[in-house]
């Protein structure tokens, strides 16, 4: 189960990295006006991550699709945190402190609440 739980967290962090690039990486560079069309493909690989992710999710919780969803959410949110402070150098406020630590703890009570 933990394996599967693993390969989920992997596919689903690479996908929120580069969905992160995506669409604020145009906010910092300008990518889409440079390159629309090369913005909408890497869509489809963005895709078939989020789809593998969500498999290794639900093949780990007996089919359950909503572990998948609030792992994704808690995975987005801590990427969104680390990309946006390394790259916009926005500084953690005590607002956005307390949501990384629930979607922290909406990652534990899926992954270890039996």
Partial sequence: M??????????GTIAQIITFLQL???IKW???VKHPFWLLAISIPISILF?????????AFNGEIWPSRLIGFGIGIIVFYIMSYYL???PVTSK???CLMLACAIIGVQVFWK
């Fill in 2 to 11: 933990y394996r599967l739980i693993l390969e989920g967290v992997l596919y």
């Fill in 51 to 59: 789809i593998k992710s969500v498999e290794k999710f639900v093949a």
């Fill in 88 to 90: 916009f150098n926005e």
């Fill in 30 to 32: 300008g990518w889409y």
């Fill in 24 to 26: 604020q990486g145009n």
């Fill in 96 to 98: 956005t402190f307390v």
